[in-house]
């Protein structure tokens, strides 16, 4: 039996650059394999690796996983969630029946009540307040086929822009930063650009923590004969951070600064691809005025990193032969984070390093089927990547829609989540339906958001399989079925699109939310301007053959990809067409980017402002299949830390742990190894407090306070690091709110990607209790892992120290 809850990535199969990643398949059974009665093909759903795996079924019922050692993303390989995640569908709390609250408190109905309601209010408020009043906030954890009706039921049939997913808080930068450099979402590369790089720049990804599977790839590569060369931009020793050539243990929310340094370096060590930047972008001229104003000392001072090390870096990324860049959280959840992730983008066009093998940026996924929520259009655009500002494109939707263009809302951006909820506070929106997320743990500043969701005048719809902290807010739930209970595709960060077969069915009532949506339609009575349904699907498929239709011509074009195509597969990346029917390895390969007026999925924004350019201005400056570099200039925070509140507070992910823990807190392996919060400080901060390992401590900002036991691994003085995992469901009394990191958290997001800065809280400590008094034990910590971590390969230096904190002319 596999162990990846203590051996995380497994044993190393180290291989050299251009050599097939070997495989190795994981599996884990409760059953002798004898006993398997059927394997049913599928991906892993926790996270936007996307896995291949196999669900082992007997009797009805989930016996185990086996990693698919034909698939192109993880050769057999599996992590701890993949693992042991699938048995939290067989927990005995699933939601079974429909909810609906009676005299303040929810109870057990049939379907038939439920919809009824459901439908009632929607009617009534469409019918007082108009469509504008209509909101719905969904995942990215469902599957494009569900979105995809969520899009036609929202734009379509009601009319509204309020559709939007919880990848606003998840890669709405990725989508920005793409679109804005490249002119449409969608990551060039592909897996296998890590089995052919020779330097990997890793900037606030915290890969090994959070895509076990990609780091395996890595590490293997980073243990074979050829070891590619490793920067890692991080504020946190992370693991992959202890394997690095050079460690940028960057001041958390300085990220442009850093990235315009090492641009800066990389120009003054000569080291532009000269040509390839005339022929194939615009906007050097500009870019390199900015970075010219970044030297490494000024950066230091700024970023609290040697100038020595940015030196170094700039020099491995200014040696690089083939570079893949990733990019995650730690730029997405910042300030200034479509800037910064754009500066990653700079690096490999500078470089030329686009479009070839072993050359890409990966502006990464998290949730796995966040790519789908972007490209069906139920997050800020239109399906099929279009400009909702291009009226062809939304002539073609209409079309395919058979609905009038006024129809489909075009007249602004649709709404960003974050708009969504102070709709809601404002009571403009009076029905807001919440599928797969929960945001009463999520979203930032939980009070605000319990205040605003349990608004009276607000109508709360959620669909989700657990009780979630956010179901309790709400006046109907709905019961749904999880992964392995449903059929539909999804796609992960490469582009590479799995078909998840239904294996066993959902427990008691419960409904996919493909075919409670379809029941939505129809009870509404939703219609094209013939008068025939909006939504004529039987089941996912016809679903699926529609909205792949639709991307016909568009750059995520899956035309071809059937779910015959995807049955049996190791998966099929995207473009997928009648002329490349095995689907595309990388995009760009001709150097020519989706950037021109006619094509681009937007017309960009500045990059401070967030102002939206119009076509007009877009025309005047067409990009005509160049890619762009944008320049920006670094801002500090505007929310800085002072005496009141010294310390900057970042919030981020456990190994052990999905989100706020509805699956992997109801599987026992997984739940023990990380059972409940800890507050992670560097030693020189606690200190002044008495604060020892263990001891209870509160962390309060201006928002709000939470209290755990301290760890005292922190790598960074003045960087205090709290997973977002644990909220109050399975807690003892759920109305002690001091858990959940998102109580210290504020409302504010990057102007052009809307994206909620979750990373950058100014806090302050107190010691609450002695570890033997009232401190909790802290199991499994992510250090205690790292030591199975393979071994550093020779010629690896050690990680820089950082500069004093104190030290630096610049505001803060
Ligand atoms: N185990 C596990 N895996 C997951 C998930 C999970 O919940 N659990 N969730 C999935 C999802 S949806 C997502 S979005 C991804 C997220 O995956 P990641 O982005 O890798 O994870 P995070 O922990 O959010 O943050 C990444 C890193 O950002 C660093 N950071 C903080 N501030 C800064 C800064 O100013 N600059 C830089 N450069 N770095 C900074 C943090 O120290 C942290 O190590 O993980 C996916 N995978
Ligand atoms: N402080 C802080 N906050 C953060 C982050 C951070 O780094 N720091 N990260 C942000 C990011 S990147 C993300 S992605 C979000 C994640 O935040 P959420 O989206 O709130 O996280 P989950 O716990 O995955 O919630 C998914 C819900 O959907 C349910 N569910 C699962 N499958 C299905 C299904 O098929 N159908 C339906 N209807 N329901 C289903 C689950 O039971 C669960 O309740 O959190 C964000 N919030
Ligand atoms: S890396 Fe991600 S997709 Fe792969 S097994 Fe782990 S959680 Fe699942
Ligand atoms: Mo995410």
Redesign the pocket.
């Known amino acids: 039996m596999s162990d990846r809850i203590v051996d995380v990535w497994g044993p190393r199969t180290p291989y050299s650059s251009g050599a097939p990643w070997p495989i190795r398949v994981d599996q884990r059974l409760t059953v002798p394999e004898a006993e398997v009665e059927r394997w049913v093909p599928t991906a892993c759903v926790l996270?936007?690796n996307g896995c291949g795996l196999d669900i082992a079924v007997r009797q009805g019922r989930m016996v185990g996983v086996r990693g698919r050692a034909g698939d192109r993303v993880n050769h057999g390989r599996l992590g701890p969630?993949g693992l042991h995640g699938w048995q939290a569908n067989a927990s005995a709390d699933r939601l079974t029946q429909p909810l609906v609250r009676t005299d303040g408190r929810l109870r057990p109905t049939d379907w038939d009540t439920a919809m009824d309601l459901v439908v009632d209010r929607s009617r009534q408020v469409l019918h007082d307040r108009g469509p504008l009043a209509l909101g719905f906030y969904t995942s990215?954890q469902l599957f494009a086929e569900e979105y995809y009706a969520q899009a036609l039921i929202a734009r379509g049939g009601i009319g509204t822009p309020h559709l939007d997913g919880n990848t606003r808080l998840?890669?709405a930068t990725a989508a920005s930063a793409l679109i804005e450099t490249f002119g449409s979402d969608g990551n060039p590369g592909s897996y296998t650009d890590i089995d052919q790089c020779d330097t990997l720049l890793l900037?606030?990804?915290?890969?090994a923590?959070?895509?076990t599977v990609l780091w395996a790839r890595m590490l293997d590569r980073l243990t074979g004969p050829d070891r590619p060369r490793l920067v890692v931009?991080?504020?946190?020793a992370?693991p992959a951070a202890r394997e690095a050539d050079v460690h940028l243990a960057?001041r958390?929310?300085?990220?442009v600064a850093l990235l315009n340094g090492l641009l800066h370096e990389i120009i003054a060590q000569g080291r532009v691809a000269e040509e390839w930047v005339r022929a194939h972008t615009t906007g050097y001229r500009e870019l390199a005025r900015v970075v010219g104003e970044y030297p490494p000392e000024r950066v230091s001072r700024i970023c609290g990193v040697p100038p020595d090390a940015i030196r170094d870096a700039a020099h491995l990324l200014g040696t690089a032969r083939r570079l893949v860049s990733t990019v995650?959280?730690?730029?997405y959840?910042?300030h200034q984070a479509t800037a910064a992730a754009i500066q990653v983008n700079n690096i490999n066009l500078l470089r030329g390093m686009i479009g070839r093998p072993g050359c890409t940026v990966f502006q990464m996924n998290?949730?796995p089927t966040a790519q789908n929520t972007r490209e069906t259009g139920a997050d800020g655009n239109l399906p099929g990547f279009r400009n909702w500002q291009n009226p062809h494109h939304v002539r073609e939707i209409a079309e395919a829609w058979n609905v009038e263009p006024s129809r489909i809302p075009h007249w602004g951006p649709p709404t960003p989540a974050m708009e969504i909820l102070r709709y809601c506070a404002e009571g403009s929106i009076g029905f807001l339906w919440v599928t797969g997320t929960n945001p009463a743990v999520s979203l930032p500043d939980l009070h605000r958001v319990r205040s605003v969701l349990g608004r009276g005048g607000l109508f709360l719809v959620v669909s989700d399989a657990f009780r979630s902290e956010t179901a309790e807010l709400a006046d109907v739930v709905l019961p749904t079925a999880l992964w392995g209970e449903k059929t539909g595709c999804f796609t992960n960060t490469d582009r590479t699109v799995h078909l998840s077969e239904r294996a066993i069915d959902p427990p008691g009532e419960a409904r996919a939310d493909f075919d409670i949506l379809l029941d939505y339609a129809r009870r509404m009575d939703l219609r094209d301007k013939d008068g025939r349904p909006l939504l004529r699907w039987q089941g996912p498929e016809e679903a699926w053959q529609d909205f792949t239709a639709l991307t016909r011509g568009r750059p995520c074009d899956q035309s071809a990809l059937s779910y015959e195509r995807l049955r049996g597969g190791g998966g099929i990346q995207w473009p997928c067409t009648h002329r490349a029917p095995e689907g595309t390895e990388r995009l760009y390969t001709d150097h020519v980017f989706p950037t021109g007026t006619d094509r681009c999925e937007d017309f960009g924004h500045d990059l401070d402002t967030g102002a939206q350019y119009s076509a007009d201005e877009h025309r005047a400056h067409d990009p005509a299949g160049r890619a762009l570099l944008r320049a920006a200039h670094y801002r500090p925070s505007p929310d800085p830390v002072d005496e009141e509140y010294p310390l900057l507070l970042?919030t981020?992910?456990?190994?052990?742990?999905?989100?706020t823990r509805t699956k992997t807190g109801r599987v026992p392996e997984l739940d023990q190894a990380a059972p409940d919060l800890r507050i992670e400080l560097h030693p020189d901060d606690a200190r002044p407090f008495g604060i020892t390992d263990g001891d209870l401590v509160r962390v309060r900002s201006r928002h709000g306070d939470i209290v755990g036991p301290a760890t005292l691994s922190g790598h960074r003085p003045g960087t205090v690091?709290v997973p977002f995992?644990y909220g109050y469901w399975d807690q003892a009394d759920p109305g002690r709110h001091t858990r959940a990191a998102n109580e210290v958290t504020h409302t504010a997001w990057d102007p052009v990607s809307k994206q909620p800065v979750f990373?950058l809280t100014p806090v302050r400590l107190r010691k609450v209790a002695d570890a033997a008094v009232g401190g909790r034990p802290v199991v499994i910590s992510e250090d205690a892992l790292s030591a199975t971590g393979g071994s550093t390969a020779a010629g690896a230096a050690p990680a820089p120290e950082a500069a004093p904190e104190s030290a630096g002319d610049e505001p803060r």
């Not at 931009?233 to 946190?236: A, G, I, W």
């Not at 958390?252 to 990220?255: D, E």
């Open positions: 996270c936007s969630k990215g998840c890669t900037v606030g990804h915290n890969v923590t959070t895509q931009v991080d504020p946190r992370t960057l958390p929310g300085t990220n995650l959280q730690g730029v959840q910042s998290g949730q970042t981020g992910r456990l190994v052990h742990h999905w989100h690091f995992h990373k």
